[in-house]
Antibody, heavy 120, light 107 residues
Framework: QVQLVESGGGVVQPGRSLRLSCATS????????MHWVRQAPGKGLEWLAV????????YHTGSVRGRFTISRDNSKNTLYLEMNSLSAEDTAVYYC?????????????WGQGTLVTVSS | DIQMTQSPSSLSASVGDRVTITCRAS??????LNWYQQKPREAPELLIY???NLQSGVPSRFSGSGSGTHFNLTISSLQPEDFATYFC?????????FGQGTKVEIK
């Protein structure tokens, strides 16, 4: 079955960096776009970024553009999110999600999330 | 960016009730509208994609409708396991954006 497992979260000081990973299994990773979505404590969902199946195309939402970078390693079936210049506003649970079939953008499988807390 | 507005923000309902949640987009998104359910301390799960397509494994009491800028999620007969928060999402144009969520609580 499809599985997505995030890791790399934790407590980090403002201004520092962190890299999240999303290990996947149960599907042909290199056939699907992948996404990152976050949820601040008690808040709604914020879509962050998408990467194409071959990694050649990426898009980041404005609030993280220039600070966060999505990437993937198809040989390891793993998705990444490199986060720089972190601030308190980046405190959230970060989810990776698999794109559904076709070019419709919906997210058909999600990981359980990893919590990032930005605090001094 | 396309703004997605859900209504109501919360509602109280009883088991067996018919419940409808509305999602409006700030501009037309054709049918590129998806619905997710999130239970406390869990990841969201896909319910409906491209406005009215039921995700595999989702009970048939869930249905989606609408087009253009106005969409609905309907639960025909609310069950105890349906008490959760529901989010709509447009995937017509980047950045994808979510509604603020509708919390369905027990009356």
């Amino acid at each position: 079955q499809v599985q997505l497992v995030e890791s790399g979260g934790g407590v980090v000081q403002p201004g520092r960096s962190l890299r999240l990973s999303c290990a996947t299994s149960g599907f042909s990773f290199d056939n699907y776009g992948m996404h990152w979505v976050r949820q601040a404590p008690g808040k709604g969902l914020e879509w962050l970024a998408v990467i194409s199946p071959d990694g050649g195309n990426k898009y980041h939402t404005g609030s993280v553009r220039g600070r966060f970078t999505i990437s993937r390693d198809n040989s390891k079936n793993t998705l990444y999110l490199e986060m720089n210049s972190l601030s308190a506003e980046d405190t959230a649970v970060y989810y990776c999600a698999k794109a559904g079939p076709g070019d419709y953008g919906y997210l058909d499988y999600w990981g359980q999330g990893t919590l990032v807390t930005v605090s001094s | 960016d396309i703004q997605m507005t859900q209504s109501p923000s919360s509602l109280s309902a009883s088991v067996g009730d018919r419940v409808t949640i509305t999602c409006r987009a700030s501009q037309t998104i054709n049918n590129y509208l998806n619905w997710y359910q999130q239970k406390p301390r869990e990841a969201p799960e896909l319910l409906i994609y491209i406005a009215f397509n039921l995700q595999s494994g989702v009970p048939s009491r869930f249905s989606g409708s609408g087009s253009g800028t106005h969409f609905n999620l309907t639960i025909s007969s609310l069950q105890p396991e349906d008490f959760a928060t529901y989010f709509c999402q447009q995937t017509y144009t980047t950045p994808w954006t979510f509604g603020q969520g509708t919390k369905v609580e027990i009356k």
